[in-house]
């Protein structure tokens, strides 16, 4: 997702724990608010590693992320760097993240609900790490090859990669090379075709 988009993903979670603070809803969305804020993170990393951002929002989405270890593990392969092993505020907002996951794998796969003031806490939780992104996440040292490390910066800057001196360097096909996808693409989106087919169950139903 873009920036703006993530923003205002976090716009409307912010409007929805206003009225439900303890709502699965509210929580919801807030970790996919996460999950593209954690996607769009790895992508601005990878191109700090001289990769375009399409190509590695491409690479993201032939691997499947679907979980904070699918994702630790292509961050590690992508970028050399082990989130797990971070220190400070990094380290403890990432080990949090994943206890608070089994929470969201419980109410999104409708297994059963969980106590109102866990769920409240934890989108509170969201709700702050998201809204101060750059006081948890900018420090993050990323290699570069050749030259010294550089911090992650602002993954919701417009433009990551302007004015910090880091050209392209890389092809999509060295990324999907390098990381072993073989033939592995991205799930795509049905097709138009599918909107009437969903209308006329809707129809069917009215």
């Known amino acids: 997702m873009k920036p703006s988009e993530i923003h205002s993903l976090l716009g409307q979670a912010k409007a929805l724990r206003?009225?439900?603070?303890?709502?699965?809803?509210?929580?919801?969305l807030y970790w996919i608010t996460w999950e593209a804020y954690r996607?769009?993170?790895?992508?601005?990393?990878?191109?700090?590693?001289?990769?375009?951002?399409?190509?590695?929002y491409y690479?993201?989405?032939a691997r499947r992320i679907s979980s904070q270890k699918t994702y630790r593990i292509c961050f590690e392969d992508m970028i050399g760097v082990e989130l797990a092993k971070q220190?400070?505020?990094l380290g403890e907002v990432w080990n949090?993240?994943?206890?608070?996951?089994?929470?969201?794998?419980?109410?999104?796969?409708?297994?059963?609900?969980?106590?109102?003031v866990l769920i409240e806490q934890a989108?509170?939780?969201?709700?702050?790490i998201l809204t101060h992104?750059?006081?948890v996440f900018s420090n993050l040292l990323i290699l570069i090859n050749e030259s010294p490390s550089i911090s992650l910066g602002n993954v919701l800057a417009q433009r990551p990669g302007t004015g910090r001196g880091i050209a392209i360097k890389h092809d999509r096909q060295s990324l999907i090379t390098d990381l072993k996808l073989g033939d592995r693409t991205p799930a795509k989106l049905p097709k138009d075709?599918?909107?009437?087919?969903?209308?006329?169950?809707?129809?069917k139903l009215s």
């Not at 206003?18 to 699965?24: K, L, R, T």
């Not at 993170?41 to 590695?56: N, Q, S, T």
């Not at 949090?96 to 109102?116: F, Q």
């Not at 075709?193 to 809707?202: M, N």
């Open 18 to 28: 206003e009225v439900s603070p303890a709502g699965i809803h509210t929580f919801a």
């Open 59 to 61: 690479v993201i989405g």
């Open 123 to 128: 989108s509170r939780f969201l709700d702050s």
């Open 193 to 203: 075709a599918i909107l009437k087919r969903l209308a006329d169950v809707v129809t």
């Open 39 to 56: 996607t769009r993170m790895l992508a601005v990393a990878a191109r700090l590693r001289g990769w375009r951002i399409e190509d590695a």
């Open 133 to 135: 992104q750059e006081r």
């Open 87 to 89: 220190s400070g505020l």
């Open 96 to 116: 949090l993240l994943n206890e608070i996951e089994v929470l969201r794998h419980r109410l999104i796969h409708g297994h059963r609900s969980a106590s109102p």
